[in-house]
């Protein structure tokens, strides 16, 4: 079993949640040595639109979430109406699914989707259950989703990867925090299960700071693991003095366990992963470019491809071969749906 990969449009941010034994997830370690592969002389290529479904000429309300399959079918979770619209590679309407409510192909609460070939699966939190629905925009069956990892006999069903452990998770019995600027692990996983993508980062200095991109496949299997060199930013002293008062102002349980950590000197290199439909993976710099931000893209191999530079500010929530669809909204707040041209 892998955790669901489709985007919700939630912010990149550190949950704060209890540890808890990551029991689901086991990851081969390799003893090998990483090579550092660098992207450095790669042109990245500004970000073309391919693709444009308005909002307004498809009545569109709040988009929530955004899968896509190998063929460009896009699926549309619209949750204030509890349906999903599905539109062709050319961003024609295909067929609107469901309504409100907990009988046959209608949805409760949807908290993920994604495909697997021409299936669509919907994961319906508020019914508990999985809807399965053909690109053609027909219902095919729903399956209860299970209550528990486990068998009936209590036994773990299958183990496939551990997520790496998280520094920036601290505390003990009496509290727990998280550190702030801390660069924390990111893991992200394929919508058909084909592969789980971790990202971790090792900040040394301006010049030699990196990322360890690893790829498991469906058995735990490691596809590659993969040192790459990344840039930073300093964080300015205006921040730090802000992320101090910060600090100063937490209960003092909570200050006691967070003040004697010193703060990083750079900011997180990394802001997110993502794996699209054909097993390129996406790598989401910060980068200190207030207009735009770099997206470095290597193949289902760890293979280096072009970077492409995205505006910052649209979220971008799904990946195919084309490039990545996201949301950009007009002066009028109308959500329209865009296909950025990008090398995967």
Not at 19 to 40: K, W
Not at 220 to 245: C, K
Request: net charge positive; hydrophobic share 40%; glycine share 10%.
């Amino acid at each position: 079993m892998i955790s669901s990969p489709s985007i919700c449009r939630r912010p990149l941010t550190l949950p704060r949640t209890r540890l808890r034994p990551y029991l689901l997830l086991l990851i081969l370690c390799c003893a090998a040595q990483h090579q550092l592969v660098g992207q450095a002389g790669r042109v990245g290529a500004p970000a073309k639109v391919l693709v444009r479904i308005d909002g307004e000429k498809e009545n569109l309300s709040a988009i929530a979430i955004l899968a896509v399959s190998a063929r460009g079918v896009l699926s549309v979770d619209l949750p204030q109406d509890g349906a999903i619209r599905l539109f062709s590679a050319a961003g024609k309407a295909i067929a609107s699914i469901g309504r409100k409510g907990s009988g046959p192909g209608e949805f409760g609460a949807v908290n993920t989707m994604g495909w697997v070939a021409d299936t669509l699966w919907v994961s319906d939190a508020g019914n508990h259950r999985l809807t399965m629905v053909g690109a053609d925009g027909r219902v095919l069956r729903m399956v209860p989703v299970p209550t528990t990892l486990h068998g009936a006999d209590g036994t773990l069903q299958q183990v496939i990867a551990q997520e790496p452990s998280d520094p920036c998770h601290i505390g003990g019995a009496q509290a727990e925090a998280i550190l702030p600027l801390c660069s924390k692990p990111i893991a992200t996983a394929a919508a058909d299960g084909s592969r789980r993508v971790f990202v971790t980062t090792t900040i040394a200095g301006p010049s030699t700071s990196s990322y360890l991109l690893t790829s498991i496949g469906p058995k735990g299997d490691t596809v590659f693991s993969r040192r790459y060199s990344v840039p930073v930013v300093s964080i300015p002293a205006s921040t730090r003095d802000s992320v101090n008062r910060r600090i100063d102002s937490m209960p003092p349980v909570v200050r006691a366990i967070v003040k004697p950590v010193a703060l990083p000197q750079y900011f997180p290199p990394v802001g997110g992963v993502r794996v699209s439909t054909t097993g390129a993976i996406w790598v989401f710099l910060r980068g200190n470019d207030t207009q735009s931000r770099e997206i470095r893209i290597v193949d289902s191999l760890g293979r280096p491809r072009p970077s492409v530079w995205m505006p910052r500010g649209i979220p971008l929530l799904a990946f195919e071969a084309r490039g990545a669809w996201g949301i950009q909204t007009n002066a009028d707040g109308v959500e329209n749906i865009v296909l950025f041209a990008g090398g995967s």
